[in-house]
């Protein structure tokens, strides 16, 4: 499967613990986007990366978040000490480049629920 | 306001019915935009590109009204596998992805 990979795909956890998330871009993409999901709510643009930079974090939350794409291995996206208001579907997207047509390449997202 | 605006629905129609979804945005410098559809639990994917000139792509139709900053889709001939999430999507000057902003969506039920 050549498509962008999230895993997990469904990951619970207590307030206070970890959460991590990770994305493998499609094939020949260098360009990452997370994007978090409210229920009833809207795609709402968290990070974009390139390999080994973040190029634009202006919707990731000060506190408790932070995300990279190093050079060998997937991006990750990382949730420190989680609040119930993290729980939310997490999707990474993938582009060949930083300017686009408009599409771009969704993973089947991972769903965070925390108790 | 929000950047992207989208009668939330749901709009539950029979089949065959035609449907349209309409679309707002603030940001008059905005310049391009799209459509993507969300099926339940899964992952936005491109639907169609919304031109000036208005497209057409079978069934869909979408167009754009710059001076009303408005978009619409209209779905003719509806089908059950329609049901979806319609999400109107809106990229800014720079043409950057990152600058997609997208709509809380239209969900759509296509009822047999």
């Known amino acids: 499967n050549a498509g962008v990979m999230q895993n997990p795909r469904h990951l619970v956890r207590r307030r206070g613990q970890e959460a991590r998330l990770r994305c493998s871009p499609m094939k020949g993409h260098s360009h990452v986007y997370w994007y978090r999901q409210l229920p009833e709510e809207g795609l709402k643009f968290m990070v974009y990366l390139q390999k080994e930079n973040i190029i634009d974090e202006s919707g990731m939350p000060k506190e408790r978040f932070s995300a990279e794409f190093p050079k060998e291995g997937p991006s990750i996206l990382r949730i420190q000490q989680v609040v119930r208001g993290d729980s939310a579907a997490y999707f990474c997207a993938s582009s060949p480049g930083g300017r686009t047509t408009g599409e771009l390449f969704f993973g089947e997202g991972s769903r965070l629920t925390v108790l | 306001r929000k950047e992207v605006e989208q009668d939330p629905g749901p709009f539950n129609v029979p089949e065959g019915a035609t449907v349209a979804f309409n679309c707002t945005y603030s940001?008059?410098?905005?310049?391009?935009f799209f459509w993507y559809r969300q099926d339940c639990r899964k992952e936005p994917k491109l639907l169609m590109s919304?031109?000036?000139s208005g497209n057409e792509d079978g069934r869909f139709t979408a167009q754009l009204n710059r001076a009303s900053q408005y978009i619409s889709l209209l779905i003719r001939d509806s089908k059950l596998s329609d049901s979806a999430t319609y999400l109107c999507?809106?990229?800014?000057?720079?043409?950057?992805?990152?600058?997609?902003?997208f709509g809380s969506g239209t969900q759509l039920t296509v009822l047999p």
């Open positions: 999507v809106v990229n800014g000057p720079s043409g950057s992805a990152r600058q997609l902003t």
């Open positions: 919304v031109y000036s």
């Open positions: 940001n008059s410098a905005s310049q391009s």
